[in-house]
Structures are given as C-alpha cells and as structure tokens.
C-alpha cells in the first residue's frame, strides 16, 4: 500500500536555527498538506497546497513558515527560526479530492 | 467556526467487549466527518469516513460509525475489541470541498485490558 513518508522522523534543534521538514507524498497525489501536534494538544490544520501554491493557511501558519516542492516529489516545511514553542510532532498529509493520507510524522524539538 | 468535541480523555475496556467512542461536531451544514487512529509511533491512519448518503459508515478493522444530524454526533462503534486496538482516537470534521482542513478532536485513549 502505497503511504507518505516523512524525514527526519526526530530532529533536535537550538531555538533561532533553521528546520526543514520533508514528506514524500504518494504519487499523483494534487493535495499536500501540514498539520502539526503540540504534545498533549489538538493536532492543527498549518497549511494547504495545491498547483504549486498555498491554498489555505492558518493563524499559526505565520512568516516564519513556508512550503515548497523544490524537485516536483518532495514537499518540505520550513521553519526559518525555531521558537521554543514550534516544538511538537508535524505531519505531512497528501491526497487527491477530500480525501488524504498522513505521514507517521516528524518529532521536532527546540531546545 | 468548526469544532469537534470527544468528550472521553481516556477510556479502558476489557478485550472482547464492546466500544464505543464519542464524538459531537459544531458545523452550521452538514459535514464531512472522519475517524482516524493513531498507534504509538505511528502516524494518522483514517478509520472511516462520512460524506453524504447511508449514515452508517463501515471502517477497516471492523470499526463503523453512525452520523446522527439531530444529535450532531458521529459516534464511533466496534463489537469486540481486540488488544490490537489499544490506540488514540481522533475525530475530525472538515467543511467539505478540495481543500482537506480538518479540524480535529483532542482525542480519546482507548486502553484494553487482557
């Protein structure tokens, strides 16, 4: 059964520093996605893209966040300087029409 | 705006017995409705999912779910629980259309006792 995948599945890093999350989606996915789990919180809607453009963000979707496809398979997530409370589990999901599949997520962790 | 409410932080139940798991949405239309589960170290895996049409919905590993417009609910239901099942489970609602926004629920942690 074809799924997503997402790397790294752990990454530590020192507030103020650059992340990159990456998802390789299923293939001939349209929809890509990035939800993410503040531990012990709701797992939250960040970002929606589709034709090589975001569709629909969130409040926490904020300028310090941004998505890309750089080659056309992987979809990546950056976060341009950690904060201490961008730490939490972040899954990527790819789907075609109201339909989608999530990755088993990146642990990220800011310290 | 959307929300989903699962009112069961934690429930235990005995293998072999029955489940069921509770769900309340607020949505002004009717919405599209989702079960996911999640097992320790693993990712989101959808259980079923409710768009239109029969309001009983059939899910992998013998799960179904009853979407009751009256109550607002979309209850989750399994016969006979395996130890298998032990897991978090996530309601989520969306509005509908392409963009897949789903609002979840905060989650309820099914633990099965031998």
């Known amino acids: 059964e074809p799924e997503v995948t997402q790397t790294p599945s752990h990454q530590v890093t020192q507030m103020g520093q650059e992340v990159i999350l990456r998802c390789v989606p299923i293939?001939?996915?349209?929809?890509f996605y990035w939800y993410r789990q503040i531990l012990g919180q709701k797992v939250e809607f960040l970002v929606s893209?589709?034709?090589?453009?975001?569709?629909?963000k969130s409040e926490i979707f904020d300028d310090q966040f941004s998505v890309e496809r750089p080659d056309g398979s992987n979809f990546t997530l950056k976060i341009r300087s950690t904060k201490l409370e961008d730490s939490a589990m972040y899954f990527c999901?790819?789907?075609?029409?109201?339909?989608?599949?999530f990755g088993q997520g990146t642990r990220l962790t800011v310290v | 705006a959307q929300s989903v409410t699962q009112p069961d932080i934690h429930i235990t139940v005995s293998e072999g017995a029955s489940l069921e798991l509770r769900c309340n949405y607020s949505?002004?239309?009717?919405?599209?409705l989702f079960w996911y589960v999640q097992s320790p170290g693993q990712g989101l895996q959808l259980l079923l999912k409710?768009?239109?049409?029969?309001?009983l919905v059939q899910g992998i590993k013998g799960f179904e779910a009853e979407f009751k417009r009256s109550q607002s609910s979309f209850n989750l239901r399994k016969p006979s629980v395996h130890w298998s099942d032990a897991a978090e489970y996530f309601c989520a609602v969306d509005s509908g259309g392409s963009n897949y926004k789903l609002t979840f629920g905060k989650g309820t942690l099914l633990t099965v006792n031998p």
């Open positions: 999901a790819t789907g075609g029409y109201a339909e989608a599949f």
């Open positions: 409710y768009f239109s049409g029969d309001t």
């Open positions: 893209f589709y034709n090589n453009e975001i569709s629909e």
């Open positions: 293939s001939n996915h349209l929809y």
């Open positions: 949505y002004g239309a009717t919405p599209y």
